[in-house]
């Protein structure tokens, strides 16, 4: 057991601090932080830039566009981009869900053509699994594909995906098997998004942003061998995507927290609109050590569940409950970031403290529970297959 | 970036989970916090035998010259079994001040057990400056309440206004005041001391902060070790217990509640093997890890049984049943040196002043 960098991961910690600093916009950090998202232009030229470096897919293998590094540099890249609150990579959905997807069933082909520009953020992945009947229950999946020659015909619709609106591609779970049982009967197609026949309307969420959208399919023709596993592979192929989602997501979910108890520090450190310094107030100072106290088991709890990643080459259990923490997490301490701002709190915009950036991270919280797995669905998977309870249905 | 136990220390840990369930399942601890003495105390010589005594000390001074980490484990799974011995009094509160003292080889050949008396009336925490007073012929006098295992100890080490002091109880058998303690598996008593004889000791009160590290990284680990149990108890019951012709592990009521046993208990975990290594590898992060982790690992703790208590509805709540001597040292942990707002304190004083 030892948490110090190796040597080797020292001076790879120096030479992207001092890339970072270099790389990023002149001035940045300073002042209040950006409200919401970043421009798509921005975050891909950002992106693309990381990517040149060398800084993104680190820890895939060279043959397609990677390091092959171990997994502690990408954990290291992450804690640095959060210490400067870089931006993301635009392609989370790529790199997080569809890459290691297309790595572990994807054939040699798909491989070549989609790996690369995913990483450069060249091409934008979006997810097709939500729709409007089968939210949790993922398997009841009701968009259809029907095999017209060589060509999948797909017909419906999908909700909650964000990046949708500027993705080139989308993983889509479809039913092409209505006859076989609910799981059985479900494949995955790798969808271009620029086919005839894709509509893309976007969704607002509670803070007002158009972050997430609807997918509409009608009559869209995609390549019969456009698809990961064969006809009936769906469901074992969604699993991948999810485990990945749910597993190796612990580093990035522990730099956006990381970035957000320090601003939330920063925020106590500065004099509210009511005049008084929240840092001095001993209730909120517990809640702000209670918010650390927080980061640092999901940081260590992500080690541990990394460790048997690398030692056996699969995530730990522990990590099932890497994003259930986060996101309770994330919501508490957004919630402490508004209540200090006393009766400004329900200042937005301009005139609000920070440009209303606390009001945007707190309503934006709200959907942490619930995307990428409710929590409600992530206690029963503690409960089933961690703890050993018997099934709940 | 390894967060793995050695081999070593897992053969440690198997080793030590097996003594205590063979010769320590919950029923003899039950049996044993019911009798006077609290305590096997022909348990030493195993305890001496299995090495823990000597896990931390250099191999230069008859140790095992292995760290502070193995004796985590050891803390664990003691806290998991609820081992009613003075191991953690020993090893972690005495232990450290004897450095250099003739009373440290006795110690280590689990020839004699030892504590640490601390607390006053006024002057509770380690730190804390005591009024407990040595005379020029080095005998004590003055009151120290809430010393643990004091009835089980052979020597206790006081904190004394002229530093640190060692009386030993044997020979002293008035001065020790035995207190009804709720947790009847480390039980505390008041030491009155009235020109008492005493040793004095090689170590400064200096080495109280090394205690203090230690004492709360230790309690962290038996905390977890704690927390476990009362899991796998709920989990257990959960499992086969039937209403309504069903496991109530299958009602959603019952299996998310442990499902919130199960997180907290795990991060408790991470933080409280991230203390133990700061402090066996004197890393800068240790005070902040082990306030952290002290203060966590606690309150798990008390969540787990308590959320354990209420997942085995009517037989949790029995005297008969086991939980509530887990419940009742989980409690006596979280207030050691302060519950968790006193931890939250340091960890506040070093991000915002």
Request: glycine share 10%; charged share 20%.
């Amino acid at each position: 057991m030892d948490f110090r960098d190796t040597p080797d991961e020292a001076t790879f910690r120096a030479e992207l601090r001092t890339w970072l600093r270099d790389n990023l916009p002149p001035g940045w950090g300073s002042g209040p932080p950006h409200v919401g998202r970043y421009e798509a232009e921005f975050s891909r030229a950002w992106s693309k830039k990381v990517y040149e470096a060398g800084y993104v897919g680190m820890t895939w293998p060279q043959e397609y566009g990677g390091r092959g590094l171990p997994y502690p540099y990408q954990g290291i890249y992450l804690e640095e981009a959060a210490r400067v609150a870089a931006p993301h990579h635009l392609g989370v959905i790529g790199l997080g869900m569809a890459g290691p997807t297309i790595i572990a069933w994807g054939t040699a082909e798909q491989k070549a053509r989609f790996l690369r520009p995913l990483l450069a953020a060249e091409e934008i992945w979006c997810q097709g699994f939500s729709e409007p009947g089968s939210g949790s229950d993922l398997a009841g999946a009701r968009t259809t594909a029907v095999l017209d020659g060589d060509t999948w015909i797909v017909n419906g619709q999908k909700v909650w995906s964000s990046y949708a609106h500027i993705a080139d591609w989308c993983i889509l779970v479809v039913r092409t098997d209505p006859e076989a049982g609910k799981h059985a009967g479900l494949s995955y197609l790798l969808v271009d998004m620029h086919s005839p026949g894709v509509e893309v309307r976007p969704l607002r969420h509670m803070t007002g942003d158009p972050e997430f959208n609807e997918i509409f399919f009608t009559d869209v023709r995609v390549p019969r061998h456009s698809m990961l596993g064969q006809p009936g592979d769906g469901w074992r192929v969604a699993m991948t995507t999810l485990l990945h989602e749910r597993g190796t997501l612990g580093f990035a979910l522990t730099a956006g927290l990381e970035n957000a108890v320090n601003k939330l520090v920063g925020l106590a450190r500065e004099t509210a609109p009511d005049g008084r310094r929240p840092a001095d107030d001993p209730l909120v100072r517990d809640a702000i050590a209670r918010q650390w106290v927080e980061l640092q088991a999901l940081r260590y709890t992500n080690y541990r569940s990394l460790t048997t990643l690398i030692k056996h080459g699969v995530p730990g259990p522990e990590g099932s409950i890497a994003k259930l923490h986060w996101s309770e997490s994330n919501q508490r301490l957004t919630k402490l970031a508004l209540s200090v701002q006393g009766l400004a709190a329900q200042l937005d915009g301009a005139g609000g403290v920070w440009n209303g950036y606390w009001q945007y991270q707190q309503l934006r919280s709200r959907g942490n529970t619930i995307e990428a797995g409710t929590s409600e669905i992530l206690r029963n998977i503690v409960a089933e297959r961690v703890v050993g309870l018997p099934r709940s249905r | 970036m390894d967060f793995a136990f050695s081999a070593d220390q897992q053969a440690l840990r198997a080793v030590a989970r097996d003594f205590l369930a063979n010769e320590f399942p919950i029923g003899r601890v039950a049996e044993l916090a019911e009798s006077e003495a609290g305590w096997d105390p022909g348990s030493w010589k195993q305890i001496h035998d299995l090495g823990w005594l000597s896990l931390s000390v250099p191999e230069d001074d008859g140790g095992a010259g292995m760290g502070f980490l193995e004796e985590a484990v050891v803390f664990e799974e003691t806290g998991r079994a609820l081992y009613p011995g003075p191991v953690f009094s020993t090893l972690a509160l005495a232990r450290p001040a004897l450095a250099d003292s003739e009373l440290l080889a006795p110690v280590l050949s689990g020839q004699a057990t030892a504590t640490l008396a601390w607390a006053e009336d006024g002057a509770l925490g380690l730190l804390d400056s005591p009024r407990v007073h040595a005379d020029s012929a080095g005998r004590l006098t003055g009151t120290k309440r809430y010393v643990p295992d004091l009835a089980l100890a052979d020597f206790a080490v006081v904190v004394a206004d002229t530093g640190l002091h060692a009386v030993d109880l044997r020979e002293n058998p008035g001065a020790v005041l035995p207190r009804p303690t709720l947790d009847r598996t480390r039980r505390l008593g008041d030491l009155v001391l009235d020109e008492t004889p005493a040793r004095h000791l090689p170590a400064g009160r200096e080495v109280l902060d090394e205690v203090r590290l230690r004492s709360m990284a230790a309690l962290a680990c038996e905390a977890v070790g704690v927390g476990s149990s009362a899991l796998d108890l709920a989990s257990g019951y959960a499992r086969t217990r039937e209403q309504f012709g069903r496991p109530i592990g299958s009602y959603q009521g019952v299996s998310h509640r442990i499902a919130n046993i199960y997180l907290a208990v795990e991060l408790a975990r991470s933080l409280a093997y991230w203390a133990a290594w700061a402090v066996s590898a004197g890393d800068a992060s240790a005070p902040l890890a082990v306030a952290a982790a002290k203060s966590e690992a606690a309150e798990a703790a008390v969540f787990a049984c308590e959320n354990a208590i209420q997942a085995l509805g009517g037989i949790g709540f029995t005297y008969d049943h086991p939980l509530h001597r887990f419940y009742k040292r989980a409690q006596g942990i979280d207030v050691f040196e302060g519950t968790g707002a006193a931890q939250r304190a340091e960890i506040a004083a070093a991000l915002l002043d």
